[in-house]
């Protein structure tokens, strides 16, 4: 059964900390997106990897940076989290080869910023 | 650039009523179209997806939904809703065969938020 695991379902950080979100997939897919959920905007995508140390820019980038060192693992860094990035963090995989497009989530990490 | 609407934020129904969630997208390349569901406190899970060939497709739950090219719509239905049911529901579209650039990125609309009543 595919799988992808996010490092923890709740985190609470004051404004100013790094914080770290950790993805792992065990599916062997090279595509990872992170992507940020909030009521009436849906999903949007912060960053997506499609290779190990390979990275691109979503749609709303500013204030994260994310790093992919190991192909299964796919990190995103807040470097000074604020309150606006509270908010539902979602991160997901698909396979390049498969042609189906199909990404798989992980259960996200609700992330608040006091 | 391409966009996905999802004409309904909230769509309340009573159980055993059809519902009918709706969406439309634009795009100037060829798309595929998936709708996901996610459940109170979970990730996303795949419902259906249309890639190519017929245009209704059937999906898990009872769920089907149906491309129509010309109106740019992947209107989501089901003929029989349960309890289990209630879940947000996003469509989400991706450029089809964009050269391998596109990497699967997929965007996602709004969401609509559907309730079945007893």
């Known amino acids: 059964d595919v799988k992808v695991t996010q490092s923890s379902r709740y985190l609470v950080k004051r404004t100013g900390e790094k914080v770290f979100l950790e993805c792992v997939q065990d599916?062997?897919?090279?595509?990872m997106f992170w992507y940020r959920q909030d009521p009436g905007l849906g999903l949007r995508l912060i960053y997506f990897?499609?290779?190990?140390?390979?990275?691109e820019k979503g749609d709303i980038p500013e204030g994260y940076s994310v790093s992919r060192e190991k192909k299964e693992r796919f990190s995103l860094i807040l470097e000074s989290a604020s309150t606006n990035q509270t908010s539902m963090y979602l991160c997901?995989?698909?396979?390049?080869?498969?042609?189906?497009?199909?990404?798989?989530f992980g259960p996200g990490t609700r992330l608040t910023v006091t | 650039a391409q966009s996905v609407t999802q004409l309904d934020s909230q769509v309340p129904v009573f159980e055993e009523a059809p519902v009918e969630l709706r969406c439309n997208y634009s795009?100037?390349?060829?798309?595929?179209l998936f709708w996901y569901v996610q459940y109170p406190n979970q990730g996303l899970q795949l419902l259906l997806k249309?890639?190519?060939?017929?245009?209704l497709v059937k999906g898990i739950n009872g769920f089907e939904a149906e491309f129509n090219k010309s109106q740019t719509s992947f209107h989501l239905r089901k003929p029989s809703v349960h309890i289990s049911d209630t879940a947000e529901y996003f469509c989400?579209?991706?450029?089809?065969?964009?050269?391998?650039?596109?990497?699967?990125?997929?965007?996602f609309g709004q969401g609509t938020i559907l309730t079945v009543h007893p």
């Open positions: 249309y890639l190519s060939g017929s245009t």
């Open positions: 997901a995989s698909s396979s390049a080869g498969s042609g189906s497009y199909e990404q798989y």
């Open positions: 990897s499609y290779d190990v140390k390979m990275k």
């Open positions: 989400a579209v991706s450029e089809g065969n964009a050269g391998g650039t596109s990497y699967g990125k997929l965007t």
């Open positions: 599916m062997d897919h090279e595509n």
């Open positions: 795009s100037s390349v060829s798309v595929y």
